[in-house]
């Protein structure tokens, strides 16, 4: 049974820092990666999507790395503002549309 | 392009009752997705469906149910509801192929069983 696993599950950092979000699976027969973020009482918002043959992908500030050997992504937030303030979740497809989520990150960036 | 929409955002129901919640996926997406998030579990995989037929399951009683129309739009049908289906329901949708995985999720129903 495929578990994800986020950690930590709660972080706070000053504005401007550059941070590592991390996220951990047990079974690397994965199709692809996605993370998300979510605002309080909000739904998903898709951030990046690594499928299994790729390494990484970038959007803006933000960088996903993809291990399927080792079962772990990174999600890299480059100068980071208040506004990325969220929950980020990370989600592994295996095979059909049913994703697996971890329990997040809650991310709170101090102005 | 106009997103997922769910309908509707909010509901209070007491035990024992049902209640049907609606997702219009995005215009071309054929699959949709549930999944139910709570405080203690997270995000929970329901089911997925399509073009009208159920792809996948997940571990949920027969109480939750669902069912998606020629038009994509999909329902779901929780029955003789308890304390515990308390969550937010969010559903996605997505195209299917190759390249094409991306799951694009609705701002959810959120639905409290008193």
């Known amino acids: 049974k495929q578990e994800v696993t986020q950690i930590p599950a709660a972080l706070s950092v000053p504005e401007g820092e550059n941070l590592v979000l991390n996220c951990s699976f047990t079974d690397s027969a994965i199709y692809n990666l996605q993370w998300f973020r979510q605002d309080p009482g909000k739904g998903l918002t898709s951030l990046l999507l690594i499928q299994s043959s790729q390494r990484e992908q970038t959007s803006g500030r933000l960088n996903a790395s993809l291990d399927k050997s080792s079962g772990r992504s990174t999600l890299y937030i480059a100068a980071s503002q208040p506004g990325d303030s969220a929950t980020y979740l990370c989600a592994v497809k295996k095979g059909a549309q049913k994703l697996v989520f971890g329990q997040g990150t809650r991310l709170t960036i101090n102005p | 392009k106009a997103g997922v929409t769910q309908t509707p955002r909010y509901l209070i129901k007491t035990r024992g009752q049902q209640v049907t919640l609606s997702c219009s996926p995005i215009?071309?997406?054929?699959?949709v997705s549930w999944y139910q998030q709570t405080p203690g579990q997270g995000l929970q995989f329901l089911f997925e469906?399509?073009?009208?037929?159920?792809?996948n399951k997940g571990n949920f009683p027969g109480r939750f149910s669902g069912r998606q129309f020629s038009n994509s739009r999909s329902e779901m049908n929780v029955s003789t509801l308890e304390l515990g289906d308390s969550a937010l329901y969010l559903c996605a949708s997505s195209l299917v192929g190759a390249g094409t995985d991306t799951q694009y999720f609705g701002p959810g129903t959120r639905l409290t069983v008193l």
């Open positions: 469906y399509f073009s009208e037929t159920q792809r």
């Open positions: 215009s071309g997406h054929r699959s």
